[in-house]
């Protein structure tokens, strides 16, 4: 459907109007021209309004058409056009079938005044919602013209259209039509949906991904306890929770012994310094309709049983490990519960998860993970991890 009220020289479309403006011609003309059609002729002839345009329109284009045109007042005309496609079907379904091949300009006296009949028939049921003014010269030279394009199908079978030309200033002013919904959120407040949520994140080394152990605490120095964000569709917002408690954890020893130069960590590879950004995400928490618009308002909510649900630590789109959310002080951790294989796939590493409990007392020392010392050595077998997997931030490499 063509926009109306356009302004095509600012190609702009008047959004507030389209519909306001549809909803009537919809309502008094589209309807009425309908039954006009089916009081008239009496026959199965559905018609589907299928554009609105002050435009020359390109539907008009390619066909022959009768036109009637109505004189309403001393400048005011309105157009009734039927494409010879639907005339010609028109006049089969009411006068018989001809034998000879039709063509719009051989049609009889018969042919033409039942045709004329019917364009009077369909603007005598219009014109109660048109306004009968006079406008002066100056003015008619900048009025406009709706078009209204119809489609026609005779017996379920496309059959042609017809156009309505109306006068724009014969449209009434359209009055916004205030519609009381139906429902509020509240009737639906306890569906449930599917959310992703993001507890924070932190800048890691890749040696440092390499050698997470189960039990190590991931600290996410990019967190707030008080603060999540939701996910959707590649957008992120940011809303207030009440943190829980019962993820606090107590560690004495939160930092790791300094890094010593040997000749091993001088010799490191030069890829182990490269920071990437790893992610604390929940996959698929459920949250009813109730608290994603207490989200939207801003209001500080209780997650409740999110909690309960394992955490992932991605590095772009590559899950590296599993675990569960605690607090440090004023920042979320995750405490490292399985290693994924690296590559396989979210339903692989779901399958191949570990249930597997830490003690909390049990690598104290690694909380800060992304900066632990006793980490910088590589375990055996790493040679072969693929730093290719994860993009990183240092172009010059």
Same mark, same amino acid.
């Given at each position: ?11 702009k ?16 003309? !589209?309807?009425?021209?309908q ?22 329109s ?38 018989g ?12 006296d ?12 369909? !603007?005598?049921?219009?014109?109660e919602y048109?306004?009968k ?15 209204l ?26 009055e ?21 949520l ?9 040696? #440092? ?5 189960e ?15 939701i ?17 606090i954890?107590?560690?004495d ?27 604390a995400?929940f996959d698929n ?11 939207? #308002? ?25 675990? #569960?959310?605690v607090?440090l ?23 191949a998860?570990k249930?597997?409990?830490?003690p909390?007392k049990?690598?104290a020392?690694?909380?800060?993970a ?21 993009e990183v ?5």
């Amino acid at each position: 459907m063509t926009a109306l009220n356009s302004d095509i020289s600012k190609n702009k479309i008047n959004t507030v109007n389209l519909f306001k403006d549809y909803h009537w011609f919809d309502t008094n003309i !589209y309807k009425n021209v309908q039954n006009s059609v089916d009081e008239f002729f009496q026959k199965d002839i559905k018609l589907r309004l299928i554009e609105i345009s002050k435009d020359e329109s390109i539907l008009m284009y390619g066909d022959e058409y009768f036109v009637n045109q109505i004189p309403v007042t001393k400048n005011a005309v309105i157009k009734v056009k039927i494409s010879s496609e639907l005339v010609s079907s028109i006049l089969d379904m009411t006068l018989g079938g001809s034998d000879t091949p039709f063509k719009l300009n051989n049609l009889t006296d018969i042919e033409a005044m039942l045709l004329k009949s019917f364009t009077l028939f369909v !603007y005598k049921n219009i014109q109660e919602y048109l306004n009968k003014i006079e406008l002066n010269k100056k003015e008619l030279e900048t009025s406009k013209e709706y078009k209204l394009t119809f489609y026609a199908q005779c017996n379920s079978i496309h059959s042609g259209k017809i156009i309505i030309t109306i006068p724009d200033y014969m449209i009434p002013e359209i009055e916004d039509k205030i519609i009381k919904p139906r429902y509020s959120i509240n009737d639906f407040k306890n569906t449930e949906v599917d959310v992703k949520l993001s507890a924070g994140s932190a800048k890691i080394a890749l040696n #440092e991904i390499k050698t997470i152990e189960e039990g190590d605490i991931i600290l996410l120095d990019n967190s707030n306890i008080n603060q999540m964000s939701i996910l959707w569709d590649n957008n992120k917002a940011d809303f207030n929770i009440a943190p829980n408690p019962s993820l606090i954890i107590n560690i004495d020893n939160t930092g790791g012994k300094e890094m010593e130069e040997t000749a091993n960590t001088k010799s490191q590879n030069m890829w182990d310094s490269i920071l990437v950004d790893i992610v604390a995400e929940f996959d698929n928490v459920k949250l009813t309709l109730g608290e994603l618009k207490q989200i939207s #308002e801003g209001l500080v909510i209780d997650l409740g049983s999110v909690y309960e649900n394992k955490i992932k630590l991605r590095v772009e789109n590559q899950v590296v490990a599993t675990g #569960e959310l605690v607090i440090l002080n004023d920042r979320y951790g995750v405490r490292v519960e399985n290693i994924t294989k690296a590559g396989a796939s979210d339903t692989e590493q779901n399958r191949a998860a570990k249930k597997q409990k830490i003690p909390e007392k049990q690598n104290a020392s690694a909380a800060s993970a992304p900066n632990k010392a006793n980490s910088a050595q590589p375990k055996e077998g790493d040679e072969n991890f693929n730093y290719s997997d994860f993009e990183v931030e240092d172009e010059s490499i």
